[in-house]
């Protein structure tokens, strides 16, 4: 080998990005606040806290914008009755964080006398969870609200814990905890630039590696100033990467991703689909989690597998409805589906022929909108208002015995064709598992042919879709865009488009690893950039 | 340890439309199969039981002079009619059940199953359910049966012994009144599905589900409860262990013949729940005849002999309790003496057995030894 190519080669392999060109600069978006989403609210308590802590309320539904809830996250706000919801959690948490089980762990000083107040010991119990919830640490003016009203609250009460828990509860009522805030302050390196402050920089990096708030280490690492330097924050990140608190990161994105919200309000029709139930619709999202983790992390795979994979894990509830054994009595089990068998990517997963259907039916315009829109990133237009929806909703009629009959015949209207023929051809292929997931070959005493073409691919059957979407560039260009989406909280800048680019290439040169893609957003300038709103240099100054 | 063997798709679908594969964990054969191509392939059925009713033929004049009696109605038909009418009357109600339910010395009948009574009704009935397990066609005493009278089936089958449908045929919470099914045995079957009962069947060495020369077949009770759909339906394919309790795994040998199951006579002893009391079958010189259907469903007929004991379960009851299910204990504990026809004992003469039949409907299930249902994910990511 060439001694110069050789060195060139060395090189590169030590170089974090490779050696094709190297991040282009970016104009960096506004700075940005994004509501807690349930389950990150969730991580919070039981990491700030205890895991046994109860929340005792429920959540506002996030708002999915442009397919992720996490950029929706930044566009919602909360409503009074939203606020009452979270109001009342944040009293029950307070209250058990200082009821007699907890206080020892929880509370960190005993007060000189527990009838009355004690300030030393509130002033400590306060400024340590406002430096965990607000992630960062508070100032004395957001310290000192708190344990006033601890203060009074334990004279009425004549119970210094039962006072300690209004001021925890004015903390987790604060905008501070339940709004991941983004501050920006003034660049060093340029003055007329802004730059997040090392605590934002650990939130955001803590959010979208863990869908947590920052752990310690982290935001000593903040305070120390270490992740402004690259090498502090590549240490930071190599050591969240490693941590077995990805998967809850991994987890979170592909619940987003793939819509898994819409779980919540699914429901089938119990006298066509009897197998299906809650338990089943849990352990579906569960099953793709799972293979997506499996894969993804611990394989360290090629994100496309998950299109083919015949790996998977399955409990005894959904050995029933996919009709194999499932030995373990409690436990999830891995499972292997032979090379013969339909049940190829998670494409043909219960999380995914059953949640894009009907009630009663199956869907191949659903899954294949599913499939543009969610796996390909690509919009589907609504359909017109006046569709005459007859022929494909009778699954009766005895001249359209299958999907195919009914979409072919639905299709002839030139409105409806438009749409159908980049919806409907990727669908057909899933119409072996009809609308709860279960596998048949066919539909009312009609052969099912699975057989269509997905951007001028041809294929057979599902598995051989999968296959497809695994080939297809739209699949790994939508996974970078919607995971650097996620990450930052917002859509892509129009600063941003050569770094887009760039992303892309990067994921490819890693064998599309998403966890080396994982590693590349939150190291890259751009996953940090901001540039400065009117007001924001002022709320930086406000809070230095 | 057996391998399970995964679904195999179309090609098995085929074979039989909806039948459960799954290798045993203890047959050899079975084993070899699954490791060796040279072997014949063999694979193994598994079924979960929905229902287990004694077999109960219901002819238009099977109980002519009435259906048996329970101890009030005994009673008061050996009562004058001026105390029967005092005695039915609501005050003296207390006074009734303290003599019906009792012994003249105040014992309670079921604790006195020879206490004098006339002979239960029993069926009259010349056509039953069942299978001819005496060995003789005509029902004479032999050195381990005693003489019995023999039904002809529904079909027309020559030489049926089901002395237990004699004992019962009259008796309303078996036979239950026109259109229901009797009250036991409502009871009984209604455990599979609240999850008191699972019954596993697991027919090993199957070379063609239609034509197997030699087959294993166990009948195992489950840990699991039975899974159950929306509609409150046990649901097929569910995967569903075996007790870990050797005394209720039974295994027979037998055949497959156009799609019909028949086994060798051999023991079966089953743990069922009773109104949330546990029992037991202990059937004796048992066979199984079932057809099993292109949709992976089974049904068919267990028949044998069932320990006497197992049948009059009046030992473990109160008069108070039988009779709001019908029963008078000593009528019915002697009825079942009267009529048991197998298993003699060779000191006393009695028969210890009565000839018996079930019926068995059954779905497809996935048949898993306990060793198997042990293991945890390894490989499964932590969560």
């Known amino acids: ?544 | 340890m057996g391998a399970i063997v995964p679904r195999t798709g179309l090609a098995c679908a085929a074979l039989l439309a909806a039948s459960v594969f799954t290798a045993p964990a203890h047959a050899g054969s079975a084993n070899a199969a699954v490791t060796e191509t040279t072997a014949p392939k063999t694979r193994t059925l598994g079924f979960a039981v929905t229902s287990f009713p004694y077999a109960i033929y219901k002819g238009a004049n099977d109980c002519p002079d009435g259906m048996a009696m329970a101890a009030k109605e005994i009673y008061l038909a050996a009562s004058t009619p001026a105390e029967r009418s005092r005695l039915t009357k609501p005050e003296n109600l207390k006074e009734f059940e303290q003599k019906a339910y009792h012994t003249t010395d105040g014992k309670d009948l079921c604790q006195a199953p020879d206490y004098p009574r006339a002979a239960q009704r029993t069926t009259q009935s010349k056509i039953s359910y069942g299978m001819s397990v005496d060995g003789t066609d005509d029902g004479h005493a032999t050195d381990t049966t005693c003489a019995h009278e023999k039904f002809t089936g529904p079909n027309g089958e020559p030489a049926i012994d089901n002395q237990t449908y004699r004992v019962l045929g009259c008796s309303s919470n078996f036979r239950g009144f026109p259109g229901e099914e009797g009250y036991l045995e409502s009871l009984r079957n209604a455990a599979f599905k609240d999850g008191g009962t699972t019954i596993l069947i697991e027919v090993m060495g199957v070379t063609d589900p239609k034509n197997s020369d030699n087959v294993t077949v166990g009948v195992y009770n489950g840990t699991s409860p039975m899974m159950i759909d929306a509609n409150g339906h046990m649901l097929p394919y569910a995967s569903l262990t075996v007790t870990d309790d050797k005394k209720f795994q039974s295994t027979l040998h037998g055949k497959i013949e156009n799609g019909v199951l028949t086994t060798q006579p051999g023991d079966i002893a089953i743990e069922y729940d009773f109104g949330g009391y546990p029992s037991y079958f202990h059937f004796k010189a048992a066979r199984l005849k079932i057809q099993l259907n292109a949709d992976g469903s089974a049904k068919g007929m267990l028949a044998g002999y069932l320990a006497a004991s197992d049948v009059d379960l009046t030992s473990h009851a109160k008069q108070e309790s039988a009779e709001m299910i019908g029963y008078d204990c000593p009528t019915f504990s002697q009825a079942v003496r009267r009529y048991a026809d197998g298993f003699k004992d060779p000191k006393t003469g009695q028969c210890t057995a009565i000839s018996t039949a079930f019926n068995i409907d059954a779905i497809p299930a996935f048949v898993i030894h306990p060793e198997d249902s042990k293991k945890t994910a390894a490989a499964a990511p932590a969560h």
């Open chain 1, 1 to 544: 080998m060439n001694t110069r190519f050789a060195a060139l080669a060395a090189l590169c392999a030590l170089s974090l990005t490779g050696c094709g060109p190297s991040e282009p600069k970016t104009t960096g978006a506004p700075v940005n606040a994004q509501r807690l989403s349930a389950a990150q609210y969730r991580q919070v308590i039981a990491d700030v806290f205890a895991p046994d802590i109860k929340l005792g309320g429920r959540f506002e539904p996030g708002a999915r914008k442009n397919g992720l809830l996490a950029v929706g996250a930044s566009a919602v706000s909360m409503s009074p009755s939203g606020f009452e919801q979270y109001d009342t959690m944040a009293r029950t948490i307070a209250g058990q964080v200082v009821d007699a089980k907890h206080r020892d762990a929880l509370v960190p000083c005993k007060p000189a006398d527990a009838k009355k107040q004690d300030q030393a010991c509130a002033t400590a119990t306060i400024t340590k969870y406002a430096r965990l919830l607000f992630r960062r640490p508070a100032t004395d003016k957001e310290i000192a609200g708190p344990v006033q009203l601890a203060g009074q609250a334990a004279d009425a009460k004549d119970d210094f814990y039962a006072g300690l828990s209004y001021g925890l509860a004015q903390l987790l009522d604060s905008p501070d905890f339940i709004f991941r805030k983004d501050i920006a302050e003034t660049d060093p390196s340029d003055k007329t630039k802004l730059r997040l402050t090392g605590y934002s920089k650990a939130a955001r990096l803590s959010f979208f590696l863990w869908n947590a708030a920052p752990d310690d280490e982290l935001l000593r690492a903040a305070q120390a100033g270490e992740l402004d330097s690259g090498s502090g924050l590549d240490k930071q990140v190599d050591r969240m990467l490693a941590s077995a608190k990805l998967e809850n990161g991994v987890r979170a994105f592909f619940t987003d991703f793939l819509d898994f919200d819409q779980f919540d309000s699914l429901a089938k029709d119990a006298a066509i689909y009897p197998v299906f139930g809650q338990k089943v619709a849990h352990d579906a999202q569960e099953q793709t989690l799972r293979t997506a983790v499996d894969l993804l992390v611990t394989q360290k795979a090629d994100y496309r597998d998950l299109f083919t994979t015949r790996k998977t894990f399955l409990t005894r509830n959904l050995g029933v409805v996919y009709q194999v054994p499932v030995a373990s009595e409690k436990e999830w089990e891995a499972h292997e589906f032979p090379a013969d068998d339909p049940h190829a990517g998670i494409l043909t997963q219960l999380s995914f022929t059953e949640l894009h259907s009907h009630p009663g039916r199956s869907s191949s315009t659903l899954r294949g909108k599913a499939v543009r829109e969610i796996l390909l990133c690509q919009v589907v237009p609504s359909p017109p208002a006046n569709v005459n929806f007859t022929v494909v909703q009778d699954t009766s009629n005895p001249n359209f015995k299958t999907a195919r009959d009914r979409l072919t015949a639905h299709r002839t209207e030139a409105t409806c064709a438009g749409c159908h023929k980049i919806m409907d051809p990727i669908g057909l292929g899933l119409e072996n598992f009809d609308g709860v997931g279960q596998f048949r070959t066919a539909e009312n005493g009609a052969n099912i042919d699975a057989s269509g073409e997905i951007d001028g691919i041809k294929f057979t059957d599902a598995a051989s879709l999968g296959k497809a979407i695994h080939d297809n560039p739209a699949t790994t260009a939508c996974l970078t865009n919607s995971l650097y989406r996620y990450a930052v909280g917002r859509d892509f800048d129009p600063g941003e488009r050569e770094f887009q680019t760039w992303l892309g290439k990067q994921f490819a040169e890693k064998n599309y690893r998403v966890t080396d893609l994982m590693k590349t957003i939150a190291t890259s300038d751009a996953f940090f950039a901001v540039r400065a709103p009117s007001g924001a240099v002022k709320e930086a100054a406000n809070n230095e």
